[in-house]
């Protein structure tokens, strides 16, 4: 397969993959009947926005999906395939762009921030980047205000077999590197449960795309099983708030850590987008 | 004066500046008359901390004193004076510390977020830090949800009666400092209407912590003022809900730009008081 038709195949992915989750995320929000269910099923928006690179030409683009339902207070899956130069200072870090500067990028990114403090929070994202090499990424993790060790095990078995599927040394290996990315220094503390996480996959195209998708199709099929097992079962204030704040250690890492946030506020990304991740609503102290 | 005896002045001068501004901010909550004047007056409480260098030996601390009240929804003064070695990373992009790498700082840090979406949130930071070389830095600057031409004019006249009592290209250099400071890049939005920020003052000990008392008594006086001119009106939903919206800028700036917030965060700061200056809620998108 010729590099174009490599990057014309993994984006196709990553949109389908879109459609199926959303449509799955659709239902869940037909089949609530917890308590806001007098409220009516959430539908995702789309918008697609363009990107323009800093000299004016055309940068690429995506589209956001965005639910605000009454099972997801938000739940935001974007898609978007950029293309330009990477600034001198930023190349340097970036595997391959130092020879040549110019890189292309499809990418699924979903985060999802549902009403209720049972219902966990959950985030993947999975890419294919190319520079001078080309690779593959992603992972996914889920983050319970209050943990469930059957949720969290059955997450983490999910991503198990996908991982094994391919290669033995997957799963500790990205059930590690998980651990370690998402882990808010700071606070000395996990942002979630964990789950997933891996980067510049480059051993053998095919394999690593296939790899690719399992890993989506892992996490497009457990977290909805989890969602069901928890939806409809009512909170009090108190849950709520504790909720409210656990999404603060969220920005935290988000906005302080965050290679995906830092990638999209330094290749002029679409703002909306980059801070989709954002909960809808957050407390402090 | 020996250098002993600066450290000694300047903290001195911080913690009577922290005690004024408490004293005055509780009056404040005791003659507010607007839409929760039912519930009790707010009043601070005091919370003590110690920082420990990373040999384990003793680096300083801090007090808090955060109110929550029926006026403010939050408002916290830190006072802290810490001491320690900087890493070596960090010690070359601050002045004097390439030479020697010990530093000692000492400052007072206020942020203040009403509930009201009338009254504007504020902060004002000044402080004396102390390498091979020493100088003072802070300001004050204004982030109202609903900008009021009156208050704007009236704040930036006490900051600019502050400077030019001292040296005629303070107010113009200092108040460009803090538009450019306080600019949200991401969003190509300022985080609110300005003020004044320096840093690196090191002209005359003497006539530098005047000035830096000055704008400390600038700030004490003319933020009690604004507030009363709006504390006890009510206000809408909406309202609230832009005030909400609002404070998320505040915390995407504090967090991806600010200056002290990285300071805390690199040098091992609490980080109760470091995270103090993030509002108690929060909305995005």
New interface residues.
């Given amino acids: 397969m010729s590099m174009d038709q490599k990057k014309q195949t993994a984006k196709a992915w990553f949109e389908e993959l879109r459609d199926q989750i959303c449509a799955s995320y659709e239902t869940l929000e037909d089949d609530y009947a917890g308590p806001f269910k007098d409220q009516p099923a959430g539908r995702f928006e789309r918008t697609a926005w363009d990107r323009k690179n800093e000299d004016g030409s055309p940068g690429g683009g995506g589209v956001m999906s965005?639910m605000k339902g009454r099972l997801f207070e938000?739940v935001g899956v974007n898609v978007s395939t950029v293309f330009g130069t990477f600034k001198p200072e930023f190349a340097k870090n970036i595997p391959g762009a130092a020879e040549d500067p110019r890189f292309w990028a499809s990418g699924i990114s979903l985060v999802a921030h549902p009403h209720s403090p049972h219902v966990p929070a959950a985030h993947m994202n999975t890419r294919f980047i190319v520079t001078t090499k080309g690779w593959f990424g992603g992972g996914g993790d889920l983050t319970p205000t209050f943990p469930d060790d059957r949720d969290t095990a059955d997450f983490h078995d999910a991503f198990k077999q996908a991982c094994d599927r391919h290669d033995p040394v997957y799963y500790p290996k990205f059930k590690k590197w998980c651990d370690e990315y998402f882990y808010i220094k700071?606070?000395n503390e996990p942002r979630g449960v964990g789950g997933i996480f891996y980067d510049n996959l480059e051993k053998d195209w095919d394999a690593d795309f296939v790899f690719t998708k399992d890993v989506g199709q892992a996490f497009r099929d457990i977290y909805p099983a989890l969602i069901r097992r928890h939806m409809d079962k009512g909170w009090t204030a108190e849950e709520r708030d504790a909720l409210?704040h656990k999404r603060?250690r969220y920005?935290?890492f988000n906005?302080?850590y965050d290679r995906g946030t830092l990638f999209g506020?330094k290749t002029g990304g679409n703002?909306?987008a980059?801070?989709?991740s954002?909960?809808?609503?957050?407390?402090?102290?």
């Avoid at 954002?278 to 102290?285: F, S």
């Fill in positions: 965005v938000k700071h606070r409210l603060s920005v935290e906005l302080i506020l703002i909306d980059i801070f989709m954002l909960p809808p609503e957050v407390k402090w102290g």
